[in-house]
């Protein structure tokens, strides 16, 4: 036992100085977030990477990295304990096929874009993902199953930026256009929460519709993040299969992912108490926000800029892909 504890504590001793200097960053990024308004995780991101000084530090180098990868799969697994399947299921089965529908085949679109622009399927992957699924949280955990090279690091950082703007963007314009094509609450709804890349965005812009709208358009979100574990599961499996030289190969199902199913399977059971849950939530909002600081730390803004401006038009056709999808899909069914 005093072996065991000897090999243990020197370890974790030499990852306190990353880890407290990722949450440094993150507290800085959230009083900034909260008292000036704004996307918590960009500041993050932002911010971590005005001190990529440091990043090859003796002292913060292991502790960031353990961060960046440790830190960020646990929040991922913990976002499974705001998913019911009440709640799921209360959208209906033609709305459950149509976002389920449009998630991959957004996926699929954005591999289909990236190859056009001659980029790797990774990224296409990465970016039609946070589309599809739930902005910069959907790329953090998409990542965590890539293969791990710094490429595709860099590509990440790049998409979180990305998504979490035009997820902004949506958030304005998307209610305009639902008021300006006349839509009913529910197809509003369908339309805010199947499109819209992150899930404080689609509350924002559902309740600016109406409380109805900021309801059913959540629950619809929450259906997106829930085919983080589906999606997750088959680009693990594939990417394994086709590591060959493009960096070590992902494990063949992610713990992170277990956990993740777990916590939707209990917390539908109605296991968890409310109040747990709300912690659970914000816990992982928060491990995201060090996660995020820490991966922001090992990047540069030149590394960032030095992938030019393919990455932005893939994201940019992917969310106008997904919301012609989504509004067609509608225009359909009146």
């Not at 109805?212 to 983080?228: I, Q, S, Y």
Request: aromatic residues 8%; charged residues 10%.
């Amino acid at each position: 036992m005093h072996a065991f504890f000897a090999h243990r504590i020197p370890h974790w001793k030499a990852l306190w100085p990353g880890i407290l200097t990722a949450i440094t960053i993150a507290m800085a990024a959230t009083f900034v977030a909260e008292h000036q308004g704004g996307p918590q995780l960009l500041y993050a991101l932002f911010f971590g990477m005005a001190f990529n000084f440091a990043a090859q530090g003796e002292k913060v180098k292991a502790g960031i990295e353990f961060t960046a990868r440790q830190v960020l799969r646990f929040g991922v697994a913990l976002l499974g304990v705001r998913i019911t399947v009440d709640q799921i299921t209360s959208i209906g089965s033609t709305s459950i096929t149509m976002v389920i529908g449009g998630v991959f085949m957004t996926i699929l679109f954005g591999v289909s874009i990236g190859r056009i622009l001659k980029r790797p399927a990774v990224e296409g992957v990465l970016t039609g993902g946070a589309v599809a699924i739930c902005g910069a949280s959907a790329a953090l955990a998409i990542s965590a199953v890539l293969p791990k090279n710094e490429e595709n690091q860099r590509f990440t950082l790049f998409t979180v930026v990305g998504v979490t703007a035009l997820s902004t963007v949506a958030m304005i314009a998307y209610p305009s256009i639902a008021k300006f094509l006349e839509l009913s609450p529910s197809a509003s709804a369908v339309f805010i929460g199947g499109t819209i890349h992150d899930v404080a965005q689609v509350v924002a812009a559902g309740y600016l519709i109406s409380p109805e709208v900021g309801d059913t358009a959540t629950f619809v979100k929450l259906l997106r993040v829930a085919m983080l574990l589906p999606v997750v599961v088959i680009l693990s499996l594939l990417f394994r299969s086709q590591g060959g030289g493009q960096g070590s190969k992902p494990p063949l199902l992610p713990m992170f992912l277990v956990g993740f199913a777990a916590l939707i399977v209990i917390n539908s059971l109605g296991w968890i108490p409310k109040p747990v849950v709300d912690g659970m939530s914000g816990l992982s909002r928060w491990c995201l926000v060090v996660a995020i600081a820490a991966l922001g730390v090992k990047t540069s803004f030149q590394q960032l800029a030095a992938l030019g401006w393919r990455p932005v038009l893939m994201l940019v056709i992917d969310t106008v892909f997904l919301a012609c999808l989504i509004l067609g899909g509608l225009m359909l069914q009146h």
